[in-house]
C-alpha cells in the first residue's frame, strides 16, 4: 500500500486526531465494481462502530463510514471543509459555481439563504464571514454523511489540498477500550511506516446516540 493510498484512506479521522499535522493532495477515487451490503448503524458496541467506520473507509465510502460518526463529528467536518471550499473558490467565479453547484444537490434552497445572509452583511456594512457561509449550510443540508462524500470528492478532483494527513489509522487495532455508560475512550493503535515501524497511537472517543454506539473524536 503506497504512502498516497493510506493518505486517501486516513483522511477523516486524522483530519482532528493529530491536529492537522501536514498536507496531502489524494488521488482520485475510484469506482466501487460491487454495492456493499447493507449495514445497520445502530452499532451494538463501540468495537462494531469502529469496524464499520474502517471498513467503509477502506472502500472510499465516505457516506457510508461517516455514518458511524456521531452527529456532531459530523457537524464539525461539514462546517470546516465548507469553509475552506469557500476561501479556496474566493476570488475564481468558475470554480465558486462548481463548488456552489455542489452545495445545491445537498442544500436546494442554498441561493435563498445566501441572499439572505449577503442582505444582513450588507446592513452591517461587511461581507458574510465564511464560518457563516458554513453554517447555513449546516442547517440546511438534507443529507450530511452524502455531502462530506461530495465534499471529498470535490477536493481531490480539484487537485487541492484539504488538511487531510497520511495515516495508517484506518488499519488500526483498537485497544485499551474503557465504557462508562453511554461513552467510552479508547487507543487506536496502528505500525507507521514513515515513522521508521514505529507504533502510533491515536485517542478516540464514543458515545451512544440513535440507539446505538458512534465514533467520537476526544476534543469534540
Given at each position: ?188 493503535l496502528t505500525r507507521d511506516e514513515e515513522e521508521k515501524g514505529r507504533d502510533v497511537e491515536f485517542p478516540v472517543t ?15
Amino acid at each position: 500500500m503506497t504512502t498516497r493510498m493510506r493518505a486517501m484512506i486516513g483522511l477523516l479521522l486524522c483530519t482532528l486526531l493529530i491536529g492537522g499535522a501536514g498536507w496531502l493532495t489524494a488521488e482520485e477515487p475510484q469506482p466501487n465494481s460491487a454495492a456493499p451490503a447493507p449495514v445497520s448503524f445502530k452499532h451494538a458496541s463501540p468495537e462494531a462502530a469502529f469496524e464499520a467506520f474502517r471498513a467503509a473507509a477502506l472502500r472510499n465510502e465516505w457516506g457510508t463510514a461517516l455514518k458511524s460518526c456521531a452527529t456532531k463529528l459530523q457537524d464539525h467536518l461539514i462546517r470546516s471543509n465548507v469553509a475552506l471550499g469557500y476561501k479556496i473558490v474566493e476570488g475564481v467565479p468558475a470554480r465558486r459555481a462548481d463548488f456552489e453547484t455542489l452545495l445545491r444537490r445537498h442544500v436546494p434552497t442554498l441561493d435563498a439563504i445566501n441572499g439572505d445572509l449577503v442582505a444582513k452583511s450588507k446592513l452591517a456594512n461587511r461581507r458574510p464571514e465564511l464560518n457563516e457561509l458554513a453554517e447555513v449550510v449546516l442547517l440546511a443540508a438534507t443529507d450530511k454523511p452524502a455531502l462530506l462524500q461530495d465534499l471529498f470528492a470535490w477536493f481531490t478532483r480539484l487537485k487541492i489540498d484539504h488538511g487531510l494527513p497520511a495515516s495508517g489509522v484506518i488499519y488500526a487495532e483498537l485497544t485499551k477500550l474503557n465504557i462508562h455508560g453511554d461513552t467510552a475512550e479508547a487507543v487506536a493503535l496502528t505500525r507507521d511506516e514513515e515513522e521508521k515501524g514505529r507504533d502510533v497511537e491515536f485517542p478516540v472517543t464514543f458515545i451512544r446516540e440513535n440507539e446505538g454506539w458512534r465514533l467520537m473524536l476526544p476534543e469534540l
